[in-house]
Every structure is written in structure tokens, then in C-alpha cells.
């Protein structure tokens, strides 16, 4: 599935930065040697007694565009909600379902980390406190200039939503541990994995992890933040945790198996960049001379782009936390002139 500038356009990721510079004119296609990824429905289920995941709608020939994953865990006098979606209708007809299982007030909100499609929905969750990574907190607050409205999108937002930002008012670099009925929730850091401020929740009874964008499955892996080499220390610390049930910030609900596939598109990747960096080519030139194999079936095979991007950047001791949009916009006209 190709990103496109007109699709894109309207809403944007963290740190302000345009997606549209990390569209190709034209994506890999699909590897017929390799079966074809699943398709999911929006829905919002029941993992343990008042535990939820939320899964948005996804897979082949769908809009996965930043559409995200959340989470609702009930306690005896409140919600808490992981994580908020990027646009007004998501996060709307996210709280229709949440109030369909409690109208209990909302208490805690958990931002797993600063991209838009996690907070952006963070104004609709009335009355939480809103808690996050430091690292999320600035970056967020980062955010908060910009157009008055939510720009209009069929099945995003009808643009008539007044556009709040509300960065997290609660910060921590450590374990945090709430008690929500019988549940256990820890809150732990992943960090730098997918950002520099990542956090998981982790509810041990139940052996079940709420991973934010530490998780992808069946859509390949956005690095524009990354520290893509912890990422992969990360997911195989994950893997030697006593987890069962995984919710990944995006695709369905999986497990250490879909983890670790996940982990292995990292793997191959840094592999096949390292030999085209040694080779001193240049990173739009490596990404359209990799072939990935089945992860090419993947949501988003494009982001090679600005994932061969990242790690020629750790390859290189330049690696920093901010986007590198000028690398991939040079990369990406160079896949393009190549992939022609």
C-alpha cells in the first residue's frame, strides 16, 4: 500500500514533520512467492475481566495510514485509557465503544509515546490525567502550534473540531505500577526503541502487553525516530518476558511469534543496509536495491525508505532522536530514479 501526499496532507506526525516526504511515486509490489498479510476489523475485545484492546480496522486495501491501536482498563472508580488515535472520528467512535462496557469517568490516560496518531485524540478523553515519558512530553509539546481546526478528512474529521493538543501532565523515566480493581498495571520504559520515549503496559496476571509502537504486526515498521538496533534489544527483551497476548500499536492482536517476525524485517534489514553502507552507497539507492521478501506483502513496504535512512545514520555515529526529513526526502527521490 503506497502513502500518498494527497492522503497524508492533512494530518501530521510527531515533531511537525510532513509523511508525505517519506511517499515513493511508486512502492515495491507485492512478492507473489509470499502469501498475502491478513485483514482485521475495527473492534473493541475483551482480553481479561476489565481488560480491553482496541483494534482499528486494517489490511490489504485498506487506509492504514496512521491508524492505531488503544487499550481500556476498568478499575472501581475510573478509566484508563492507552493511548488516543490520531483524528476526531477515530477517537470518537473509540469512546462510543468504551462507553458501551462503563460510564465510569476517566482517570488516567497513557500516551506510549509522542507521534500524532497516539495523542492527537488525546482532547476527547475528558477529564484523564494524561501520562507519559518525558521525551513524550517535549515532543508534544512541540506539537501544540498549528492550524485552529482538525483539517477535514473523510472518516477522520469533518473539520469543524477545534484542534487541542494536550501533552501529557504527568512524567516518568521508570517503573510506575497502578492498581485498577484486581488488575496489576505496570507502566514501563522502552526507550530509545520506536522513539526516544517509549512506554509499554505490562499487566503481569494476565501475562498480556499493551506495546505501543514497539509492536507492528503485519505492517512494516516506521523508523523515522528510531534507534533501530535498541529496537530489536528491545523486542527480544519483550520475548523473554512472561507475556502471552500482545497489542501492537498497529496490526491485530498477536503475540512473541508476530513480535518476533516483526523483529526479523529489523534484522534483515540492518543486515542488507550494512553490506549496501560498506559498499558506500547511498541510503535511496540501498533501499531500492534490498529486497525484503515476504516483508514486501507488508502495510507500508515504502518505509524502507526512511528505515535504510535511520540506520545508515546509526551506521554512521550520526543517529539522533529528531526526524532526518531532508535525508529522506533525498532518499526518496533517489528510490524513485532507481526503482524507474
Known amino acids: 500500500m503506497a502513502l500518498t501526499p494527497a492522503v497524508l496532507g492533512a494530518l501530521r506526525i510527531g515533531e511537525g514533520e510532513s509523511m508525505a516526504v517519506q511517499t515513493p511515486a511508486s512502492s515495491p509490489r507485492p512478492n507473489a512467492n509470499f502469501p498475502a498479510v491478513p485483514t482485521w476489523n475495527t473492534e473493541l475485545r475483551e482480553l481479561a475481566p476489565n481488560v480491553y484492546a482496541y483494534i482499528q480496522a ?37 469512546v462510543s465503544a468504551m462507553r458501551k462496557v462503563s460510564d465510569k469517568p476517566f482517570r488516567h490516560l497513557l500516551n ?48 469543524t473540531d477545534d484542534r487541542i493538543i494536550l501533552p501529557p501532565v504527568t512524567t516518568f523515566d521508570g ?32 501475562k498480556i502487553l499493551f506495546a505501543g509502537d514497539v509492536a507492528f504486526f ?9 534507534h533501530p538496533s535498541k529496537w530489536i534489544e528491545w523486542c527480544q527483551t519483550v520475548e523473554r ?29 540492518k543486515a542488507e543496509a550494512r553490506k549496501r553502507y560498506e559498499a558506500k552507497m547511498t541510503p535511496g ?41 531532508e535525508g529522506i526526502r533525498v532518499a526518496t527521490e533517489e528510490f524513485n530514479a532507481a526503482r524507474k
Not at 112 to 132: F, R
Not at 254 to 265: F, I
Open 285 to 325: 539507492r540501498a533501499a531500492a536495491d534490498i529486497r525484503m521478501g515476504k516483508y514486501e506483502n507488508w502495510i507500508g513496504p515504502e518505509r524502507i525508505i526512511m528505515d535504510t535512512v535511520r540506520f545508515f545514520a546509526e551506521f554512521a555515529g550520526t543517529l539522533a532522536p529528531p526526524v532526518d526529513t
Open 58 to 94: 486494517g489490511g490489504p486495501g485498506r487506509d492504514n495510514v496512521s491508524v492505531s491501536n488503544a487499550g481500556l482498563i476498568v478499575g472501581d472508580h475510573g478509566l484508563m485509557v492507552i493511548d488516543a488515535l490520531a483524528a476526531p472520528m477515530h477517537t470518537r467512535a473509540f
Open 112 to 159: 506510549t509515546h509522542h507521534h500524532s496518531d497516539h495523542v492527537n485524540g488525546n482532547q476527547y478523553i475528558t477529564g484523564a490525567e494524561i501520562v507519559g515519558h518525558p521525551y513524550c512530553r517535549e515532543e508534544v509539546v512541540k506539537m501544540i502550534q498549528g492550524p485552529p481546526k482538525w483539517p477535514k478528512r473523510d472518516g477522520w474529521s469533518d473539520g
Open 175 to 206: 517503573k510506575m505500577t497502578y492498581y485498577y480493581a484486581q488488575n496489576t498495571v505496570d507502566v514501563l520504559p522502552m526507550a530509545p526503541a520506536h522513539t526516544w520515549g517509549d512506554l509499554v503496559v505490562y499487566l503481569p496476571q494476565h
Open 241 to 269: 518476558m512472561d507475556v502471552d497476548v500482545i497489542v501492537p500499536g498497529h496490526g491485530p492482536i498477536g503475540g512473541k511469534h508476530e513480535l518476533a517476525e516483526m523483529r526479523g524485517y529489523l534484522e534483515l534489514l
Open 218 to 226: 503485519y505492517v512494516a515498521p516506521f523508523c523515522q525516530n528510531a
